[in-house]
């Protein structure tokens, strides 16, 4: 019976190292190739904004400055998102949330007017940084009578 028991426990070894080879060698042919990952910030120590400064509140003041609303729209929030590269230039410009077509638009098109952004930073390196930013949009008043 002790025998049999060291003839099993030996079996028992030669197929778990037999089963162990196999899969690390297939696990190292199957390997999938690593890809250059890129990682995108959202938030550093310093934001991008205006050459000019004043933070992410005067950027979106002044792209809700560039909106033209359509005239019979309505007050609402569109969502944008943007990539500031460490160069500062604007790219990847998406609507998150929008309204209408006509005003997500109108919103685009005001941030394409900045042509460049101070970029963010962090640990005094300019850095790629991927923001959104919430737009107000309001009808232009109406004209008195």
Do not use: H
């Not at 060291?6 to 690390?24: D, E, K, T």
């Not at 929008?98 to 300019?126: F, H, M, N, S, Y």
């Amino acid at each position: 019976m002790a025998q049999q028991m060291q003839f099993s426990a030996r079996l028992l070894l030669i197929v778990a190292l037999a089963l162990g080879g196999a899969l690390a060698a297939n696990a190292q042919q199957k390997a999938p190739i690593r890809q250059p990952f890129q990682r995108w910030n959202t938030s550093v120590e310093q934001m991008p904004q205006l050459p000019s400064g004043g933070g992410t509140r005067a950027l979106i003041t002044a792209i809700e400055r560039q909106v033209v609303c359509p005239s019979e729209a309505a007050k609402g929030r569109v969502f944008v998102s943007m990539l500031v590269t460490e160069e500062g230039t604007i790219k990847n410009l998406a609507i998150v949330k929008g309204l209408r077509p006509d005003w997500d638009a109108a919103v685009l098109q005001a941030v394409r007017k900045i042509t460049r952004l101070a970029p963010g930073r962090q640990e005094g390196k300019a850095v790629d940084v991927y923001i959104t930013l919430p737009i107000t949009l309001q009808p232009a008043p109406k004209p008195p009578r």
